[in-house]
């Protein structure tokens, strides 16, 4: 069973050219293991260290944490990584079982340590830590990456060596004629009828591209900006657009809202569910599938997903007026229109039709898709028409993180600071729910022995997204109340997954010392190169382990946090996709903005 806020979509289905790749190499495989020789190593296949921290290291002010695998010893020191010299002595906490890794351990805590530096953690009778730095940039690179990683899975446009680098890649899915299919005719485009739909990112390791997932994910990148836009002012991604005077954050997401943009029915205001093949490409480079895409049924939650992220998109666009003459105004009134078309038709749910096959995002719910558009439609335009439903109660007290079925939080995320035409009030209504949450998580934070917001229940598919939105909830708390635990229990969902976790693995690939090197991500398997594709956060581990058959290698442990398998045929935890490095792109932007 998937969590749907968390789980990314129903259960896929493996294209048979997939399997059939999976089967040879097995086959190559047992031939090798009957040779005597070792399986071909992955990642998931080398014992975790016996210290764990974050692989890319720490602001000098930040809370500064390393899990230890139990032993012996109850000291440990750090030294700088290249004379060994001893700069800390500190004591171990105390040994506490973590069921979800069936570890015990102890932390070690050297948050004192503020020289920039590089260091490592040093325990008697057990291996030195791997050498991590002390820098006030510790995150720049990885939000960059994190943010060109869309950059790298942009629909329509070949990728230069310049942009690129070893990456570079001729055009793929130009997606300028693209049918209607029965299932989203109207009368004035029926079925069959053709439309230009370009550019916009491939979903995940497909490509594919789905209005609902679209939706969290561009408006968490529009909100980093809005949240921290001196940071990303001072961002530069080398994209092709670099230069013409737009942040390159706003770049990079104007290149999804343009294709969203061409979802909406000019007819009626509502909006396709998703532009897709039948089923899933093979494992093939972008330019290399080549089938007939789709505009699969209108619904309401995906009207609303959008009314949302064009709200947003115009309030944050609206600065840039001059560099973008009309945009803001034109995406306010394609949300307007969307909201329009929600409120008449207000549950008009997916249903997958028989013959697409590819990610369903289905949603039963949606009233939370109505709270997150008004809570933008009210922060974009200040109209009372919009109060009652931006700032009504709901939502399920088990939930603390949104996830791209259950949105309602991301309007807190909007509303928890007063802004131009959102009162004190306004921002005072989401106060208690927002802290509430916080203080939550701050306590399941503040019990875990490797201090983190999860809950044992949070191990499902992408369960590394899972603690990054807590983490985005924690910084929202933070932004409307500056309670150092709250920036602490979010820099401890970043050290989660970028080394502190039951692999002691960075589950983003091309940063930290040991990285996912089989991402299911098509153009990572299908372009010669070794290293995957960079900058793109895996989704982790999860026991549901839902890719089994189609896994010709077995997942190392059934154990929540250990039940991640570094295999291109491990969808369920190796897969890549744009919601769940949003949140990395903004947890990475507000550390770098906040601790100080
Ligand atoms: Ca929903
Ligand atoms: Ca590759």
Not at 404 to 417: I, P
Not at 517 to 536: F, K, L, T
Request: glycine letters at 8%; one cysteine or more; hydrophobic letters at 45%.
């Amino acid at each position: 069973m998937i969590r749907p806020a968390a789980g990314r979509r129903h259960h896929r289905t493996v294209p048979a050219t997939v399997l059939a790749t999976a089967l040879a190499a097995a086959f190559a495989g047992s031939t090798l293991l009957l040779a005597g020789s070792a399986a071909a190593a992955t990642s998931a296949t080398v014992p975790a260290p016996a210290i764990k921290l974050n692989q890319l290291g720490f602001l000098p002010a930040s809370q500064k944490l390393a899990v230890v695998r139990d032993a012996s010893a109850t000291q440990f020191s750090v030294v700088d990584a290249a004379s060994g010299k001893k700069v800390l002595d500190g004591t171990l906490s105390v040994p506490a079982a973590w069921d979800a890794s069936g570890e015990t351990v102890r932390l070690a805590d050297f948050s004192q340590l503020r020289t920039p530096g590089s260091y490592r953690v040093v325990i008697a009778g057990l291996p030195d830590s791997v050498p991590f730095p002390v820098n006030a940039d510790a995150y720049r690179d990885l939000d960059a990456g994190a943010i060109r990683a869309y950059t790298l899975n942009r629909a329509g446009i070949a990728l230069t060596p310049a942009v690129a680098g070893a990456y570079a890649r001729p055009a793929g899915h130009p997606d300028t004629r693209v049918e209607v299919h029965p299932s989203a005719a109207s009368s004035k485009r029926p079925a069959g009828t053709i439309i230009a739909s370009p550019k916009g990112w491939y979903d995940a390791g497909d490509y594919n591209k789905y209005i609902v997932n679209s939706g969290i994910s561009t408006y968490t990148l529009l909100a980093a900006y809005e949240h921290f836009p001196a940071w990303f002012d001072k961002l530069a991604l080398r994209l092709p657009e670099s230069g013409n005077g737009l942040p390159d954050l706003l770049n990079e997401a104007l290149w999804n809202l343009e294709w969203m943009a061409t979802m909406q029915d000019p007819e009626d205001g509502g909006v396709y569910h998703k532009l897709t093949n039948k089923a899933f490409d093979g494992m093939v480079m972008p330019d290399k599938a080549s089938g007939q895409r789709y505009v699969v049924q209108k619904n309401t939650a995906a009207t609303l997903d959008f009314a949302a992220t064009m709200a947003a998109a115009s309030r944050i666009l609206a600065p840039f007026d001059s560099q973008q003459p009309g945009r803001a105004a034109r995406y306010l009134a394609a949300a307007e229109a969307a909201w329009t078309r929600a409120k008449a038709n207000p549950r008009v749910l997916y249903q997958q039709p028989a013959d697409i096959l590819t990610g369903g995002y289905g949603d039963k719910s949606v009233d939370d898709e109505f709270a997150w558009a008004a809570a933008e439609l009210l922060a974009t335009t200040g109209k009372d028409a919009y109060r009652a439903q931006a700032l009504a109660p709901g939502g399920s007290a088990a939930q603390t993180e949104p996830g791209w079925a259950d949105v309602r939080m991301l309007g807190w995320v909007t509303l928890a600071k007063p802004h131009a035409r959102l009162s004190a009030q306004d921002a005072a209504a989401v106060r208690q729910p927002l802290l509430a949450n916080a203080d939550k998580l701050v306590a399941r934070w503040q019990a875990s022995p490797y201090r983190v917001s999860m809950a044992r229940k949070d191990f499902v598919w992408g369960s590394n997204a899972v603690v990054l939105n807590q983490a985005m909830m924690l910084i929202a708390a933070y932004r409307a109340e500056p309670r150092p635990a709250y920036l602490q229990a979010a820099q401890s969902a970043l050290d989660y997954v970028l080394g502190r976790n039951g692999p002691g693995i960075s589950f983003v690939t091309g940063f930290g010392t040991i990285s996912p090197m089989h991402p299911h991500h098509r153009p990572s398997e299908a372009d010669g190169i070794v290293a995957p594709v960079p900058g793109w956060l895996v989704g982790g581990p999860n026991p549901g382990q839902q890719d089994i058959q189609g896994c010709r290698v077995p997942y190392p442990s059934a154990l929540p946090a250990l039940s991640w398998l570094d295999d291109v045929c491990s969808y369920a935890s190796n897969e890549v996709a744009i919601n769940w490095n949003a949140p990395l792109v903004y947890v990475a932007a507000a550390l770098q903005s906040l601790v100080k």
